[in-house]
Every structure is written in C-alpha cells, then in structure tokens.
C-alpha cells in the first residue's frame, strides 16, 4: 500500500504489474480489496491502480464536504502523482461508475477505455435522494452497521448468501472498514450527483458494460439501456451473480474485463 496526499489527507494506493494503465474505481461504502481477484489476475498484462476513496480502506476520512467531482479530481492527482500521461482504462464499479462518468466530463482527454459495471446513469430520484440524506444522517448517530445490514440482501444474489459465506463475510468486514465520515460524505455525494443520461452519448472511446443476472441495484434492463445508449460498447450478463459481481463471480467477470483490454 502507498499514499499520497491531497489536501492534507492522506489517499491510500496500490500499484501492480506493467504495461498499459488500468484504473479500478470501487464502489460504496467498499475499498480496493473488492477488486482483490481482479488486481491479481491483470497485474500480469497491465499496471493497476486501486485506490482506496476518501473515508474508505486505508484513506483518511474526509474533512468538509465530497462530491463526484472531488472523487473525480483525486484520481486525476493519482494519475499525475504516478507520472501517468497516457490515457488509462477506467473501471467504474456501482458508486465506482458515478465517479467515472465525472471523470469523463472533466478528465476525458485521461481516458483510452471505459468499463461500467454494475452501475447507473440516472440520478437519484427525490425520494431515493431524501433515503440516502436520512441514513446519513442516522450514520452519523448510530454508526454504519444498520447500513450494511440493509445494503446487504442487495449486494449479492440469493444463491451466494446461501453457497458463498465467506463472500458474505469478506463483504461485511469490508464494508465495516469505511470510516463514518466517509460513509456520511459518500451518501450526500451520491444523493446531489448529477444526471449521466447525457453525457452517454458523448463517451467516445470503447466501452465495456457489465452486469450480474441477479443485480436488483443496477438491473441488467437498465445496465443494458446504458450500452445502447453509447456509441462503441459491448454488453455482457455474468452468470451466478447479484450486484457483487467482482466477489460473486470473479473468474467470469475478470474475463469480461480481460476481453474488454485485449479487444
């Protein structure tokens, strides 16, 4: 693990492997290490970077508010930090994917390749935004773990709670890494994110879009409606999995991704 600072926070990191850069943008309220079978098994073709978001794994909780954008900017300081020039392949994952869609709009000239997975588009509706703003602020008076047992029957399909344990547990321990204020400032931030609808059909490079069959976060009607939306993207369904694609099924998804970067 490595840092670097921004802000005066402190922003954890790992680098892997050589050759052409590939970005991986976790999701909420997770670290790197949900990328963990995905660092492994590209680092012996590609560098990859996985950091850690601000009030998530090793990173510093964050001090005021944080926002896509904020998200955004800290990976083009990574990118400037490691002396990365040419354009990089992004992987956005869920939360990840929000922040890609940012870092298309103000870092685009960064980017050779997309993944989205597991993700979406469209902006919270008020409702869903009042939700997230509420349980921000219940976070902030009792702690995260009623998040993480509501988010979990969500996270991953009916069939890996019941086949795949250490999945589960790997999740919750995870997820009980992320730092209150990090929790707090991601869910405000994904409740005032803007709507990527738009900027859909301005993404211009190759496109890779990813979906669990069992998601019930991200459909794979409405993961699919992101691929016919764009102008280069290939659409992909990973068998055996609900959001947690990357944990659920690794082997299939790693191979989607392997596809995408060897294309």
């Not at 349980?135 to 009623?146: L, S």
Request: aromatic share 4%.
């Amino acid at each position: 693990m490595s840092t670097l600072t921004i802000d005066n926070q402190k922003l954890a990191y790992e680098v892997t492997g050589s050759g052409k850069p590939v970005l991986l943008v976790h999701g909420f309220p997770l670290n790197r290490e949900m990328w963990r079978d995905q660092i492994d098994a590209l680092a012996n073709s590609h560098m990859v970077i996985a950091p850690d978001l601000r009030g998530f794994g090793e990173s510093d909780p964050p001090v005021g508010d944080v926002s896509m954008k904020v998200y955004a900017n800290d990976l083009a300081a990574l990118l400037d930090h490691l002396s990365i020039d040419q354009p990089v392949a992004i992987v956005g994952f869920s939360m990840g994917g929000y922040v890609t869609f940012e870092f298309w709009r103000r870092h685009k000239e960064r980017v050779a390749s997309m993944m989205l997975i597991d993700t979406r588009a469209d902006p919270d509706s008020s409702e869903k935004a009042v939700s997230r703003r509420d349980a921000a602020d219940r976070v902030e008076k009792e702690g995260i773990n009623f998040l993480i047992d509501g988010m979990m029957p969500n996270l991953v399909a009916d069939q890996t709670f019941k086949g795949q344990p250490d999945v589960v547990k790997a999740l919750r321990t995870m997820m009980a890494k992320s730092s209150t204020a990090g929790v707090i400032g991601a869910l405000h931030a994904m409740a005032n994110r803007p709507d990527s609808r738009d900027t859909l059909a301005d993404i211009d490079v190759p496109t890779a879009v990813i979906v669990g069959t069992e998601d019930a976060i991200s459909p794979p009607a409405d993961m699919e409606q992101i691929a016919q939306s764009l102008k280069t993207a290939t659409f992909t369904v990973i068998a055996d999995a609900g959001h947690m694609t990357t944990m659920e099924n690794s082997a299939a998804l790693t191979e989607a991704m392997k596809k995408h970067l060897s294309a």
